[in-house]
């Protein structure tokens, strides 16, 4: 069994390689990474050496190279991705390349080879922002950053190989990850980064923006449960039921490194900021037995004391 996992090297994709890559002898993991600012090779020096394991560096976009990575009958999951708001909202270029015509690549290659499996890793932000309850997979897309715009539309790409082609496809879409290897631009190693410099952390508008928060080991679990058990042409919802604000980050982050509220500081709001996201896990439940396991309140402890003992990990 082959499995292709592209952006392998970066934040979600080397948590998913270093859980089971060891695990899984049998299965041979080719992972194609362009190894850009957010992803590090060193983040896979656990599992470099294994027999299983083989790194490629290059782009998804690159049609020749994803031609010739792409076997028949292999299982590809598809990591890669601009992921920061606040860099598409700055400059979109590169998330419209990497998220659509990446992922199109993917597509047209993975049909040409026949007998793939194509799972895609998106996310809640597709389904832009709700003021009250929660998404299920069948809430209509309303994304409202130039990331989750190009996101939702590698979703119905995918969806349209699957009804065109009858491709196997696979989508999940979880809520805001954290843990060990997140680079610091995101926000829970950024307000670390910023504390353990003596600065205090910024904060858009007042704070109270929500975010659904999920462990990535919890979350790289719900993607296998996808690969293993999921059908194709479904969408797989990934959450914790772990609702926070800005401001309730900020404040626990203060309070385990030992900060007072003080060094809270609240800046200008980002441009069309959403308000509220909130994921209906119960699809993936049901049909896949997922599970988040990881409270919040011990993953973010844990999250803390990783970065403490991995300082560099907070450079760029």
């Not at 896979?44 to 990575?69: A, C, H, K, M």
């Not at 922002?129 to 950053?145: A, Q, R, V």
Request: net charge negative.
């Amino acid at each position: 069994m082959r499995k292709v996992v592209t952006g392998g090297a970066g934040f979600i994709g080397s948590n998913y390689l270093r859980d089971f890559v060891p695990q899984n002898q049998s299965t041979q993991y080719i992972v194609l990474d362009a190894l850009t600012y957010a992803g590090k090779l060193s983040n896979l020096d656990s599992i470099i050496g294994l027999p299983n394991f083989t790194f490629v560096q290059g782009d998804i976009s690159d049609t020749d190279l994803v031609g010739e990575l792409i076997e028949p009958g292999d299982t590809l999951i598809n990591f890669a991705a601009e992921s920061h708001v606040d860099r598409s909202i700055d400059s979109a270029f590169d998330f419209v390349k990497t998220n659509v015509l990446g992922t199109q690549v993917l597509l047209e290659s993975s049909l040409r080879a026949g007998g793939i499996k194509f799972i895609q890793v998106s996310t809640d932000e597709v389904y832009g922002s709700i003021e009250l309850g929660s998404w299920d997979e069948n809430y209509p897309l309303k994304p409202n950053s130039p990331y989750s715009a190009s996101k939702a539309s590698a979703d119905l790409l995918c969806l349209s190989y699957f009804k065109t082609f009858g491709m196997d496809i696979r989508i999940t879409r979880c809520s805001n990850n954290y843990g060990p290897y997140q680079y610091p631009e995101k926000l829970i190693p950024f307000f670390i980064k910023c504390l353990m410099a003596g600065k205090k952390v910024p904060i858009y508008g007042n704070g109270l923006n929500v975010r659904e928060w999920i462990h990535v080991a919890d979350h790289v679990n719900g993607i296998d449960l996808v690969d293993q058990n999921g059908k194709p042409g479904e969408v797989y919802n990934l959450g914790s039921g772990s609702h926070l604000t800005n401001l309730d980050i900020a404040s626990l982050i203060l309070q385990n490194m030992g900060f007072a509220e003080e060094m809270i500081e609240f800046v200008e709001d980002r441009k069309g900021h959403d308000l509220r996201y909130s994921l209906n896990i119960s699809k993936a439940k049901s049909e896949l037995g997922f599970v988040p396991k990881i409270a919040f309140s011990e993953g973010i402890v844990q999250t803390l004391n990783w970065y403490k003992e991995n300082p560099q990990a907070l450079a760029y």
